[in-house]
């Protein structure tokens, strides 16, 4: 299971058990996202947004994206990109006890989904 908490919004956390996506809104440019796992810089990516999988979620979205399948039983989880402008870094898969922080930077709105049911709309700079 993912726990995704959106900073500067006082609301519940959103647990998904497949995934959390956060990518571009309804205007078609890139967005740019900083990510940070425990606490160091691993990517910042420019493109349609990043993806948050747990081994469950590995057999959708992130397959799709060329994304490893990973074994079911495992609390692993990865991180994927999503059509990044030339990103030489393609993901990664990280331990259970991992923290992911993603950061947007763009002058266009991005969305947090769950699982494809819940969308949140995100403003700019507000890591989750």
């Known amino acids: ?3 995704a908490i ?3 919004k006082e ?11 956060v990518a571009r809104g309804s205007v078609v440019r890139v967005i ?5 796992v425990d606490g160091v ?6 493109g349609d947004g990043v993806v948050v999988s747990t081994a469950t979620g590995s057999t959708g979205y992130t397959l799709g994206l060329g994304g490893p399948v990973m074994d079911p039983t495992s609390r ?3 991180v994927k990109p999503i059509a990044t402008h ?3 870094f393609g993901g990664a898969i990280l ?3 991992s923290t992911v922080e993603l950061t947007v930077h763009s002058e266009e709105n991005a969305t947090l989904n769950a699982d494809g049911f819940i969308d949140v709309s995100l403003a700019d700079g507000k890591p989750w």
């Not at 740019?32 to 940070?36: G, K, L």
């Open 1 to 3: 299971m993912l726990n």
């Open 6 to 8: 959106i900073q500067g």
């Open 11 to 21: 609301s519940q956390p959103i647990i998904s058990l497949n995934d959390v996506t």
């Open 32 to 36: 740019e996202v900083s990510t940070v």
């Open 41 to 46: 810089h691993l990517a910042t990516y420019r």
């Open 76 to 78: 692993d989880f990865l």
């Open 86 to 88: 030339m990103s030489q």
């Open 95 to 97: 331990q259970a006890s």
